[in-house]
């Protein structure tokens, strides 16, 4: 059983273009997450939705646009897209409980954008 | 703010030898402190984690301390295998959110035979 998991896994377009990623998890976690990792394998966080509700929106330009449709789901859509959008998108889950220590995150195998 | 400072890759290492990743943390409160791996292809998954000073994560052979007073959490392992290689990430959370998880550079580790 894959625990979170995204669609695509390989992503190749053109400029210009709009493209959406799903992810889900079957964990029964509260909140999700949205990363973006560059070549360098520098990790950043582009969002976060607790109970499909918006908690982290880092600094992204807005052609981005998460959306939760239920706590098992957060997508990630993407306008106009841009060279520099190239990158491997991991989307991620856990349960978050304030004052109740250390929690772990799970994240998803990751989906490859090539922006042509 | 916070913020994770880990040594600089890539590590190359023959196999059985010693590993150390130096892991050091600024933050506010009391954070939890973890380190994650990422295999060539795939996404994170954690390796090991501590949640308060002295405490001491390991798991597969590998092993950290948390250590307030120097605000590190380095990562170790006496035996180096060819399947250890991946990229190595130290982490903090809960300094002042439980939300957010902050993660370090990453440092890659390349084991030959």
């Known amino acids: 059983d894959t625990a979170v998991s995204q669609t695509p896994k390989y992503l190749v377009t053109q400029m210009g273009n709009d493209k959406s990623i799903k992810c889900e998890q079957n964990l029964g976690h509260d909140t999700m997450y949205w990363y973006k990792q560059d070549s360098k394998k520098f990790l950043k966080i582009m969002f976060s939705y607790n109970n499909k509700e918006l908690i982290i929106n880092e600094t992204v330009p807005n052609r981005f646009s998460p959306k939760s449709p239920d706590k098992a789901h957060l997508n990630l859509h993407i306008n106009s897209l841009e060279l520099g959008d190239s990158a491997v998108y991991f989307c991620?889950?856990?349960?978050?409980?304030?004052?109740?220590?250390?929690?772990?995150?799970?994240f998803g195998p990751g989906t490859r954008l090539t922006v042509l | 703010g916070d913020s994770v400072t880990q040594m600089e890759g890539p590590v190359t290492l023959s196999e059985e030898a010693c590993l150390t990743i130096?892991?050091?943390?600024?933050?506010?409160?009391?954070?939890?402190l973890f380190w994650y791996v990422q295999y060539p292809g795939e996404g994170l998954q954690l390796l090991l984690k501590a949640t308060k000073a002295d405490d001491k994560g390991s798991n597969k052979g590998f092993e950290a301390t948390y250590r307030k007073e120097t605000t590190s959490f380095h990562l170790e392992k006496g035996s180096v295998q060819v399947s250890d290689s991946a990229v190595y990430f130290c982490?903090?959370?809960?300094?002042?959110?439980?939300?957010?998880?902050?993660f370090g550079p990453g440092t890659s580790l390349s084991v030959i035979p």
């Open positions: 991620a889950s856990s349960q978050v409980s304030p004052g109740q220590g250390a929690y772990e995150q799970f």
């Open positions: 130096n892991c050091t943390y600024t933050a506010t409160g009391y954070p939890s």
């Open positions: 982490a903090l959370s809960g300094s002042t959110s439980y939300d957010k998880v902050i």
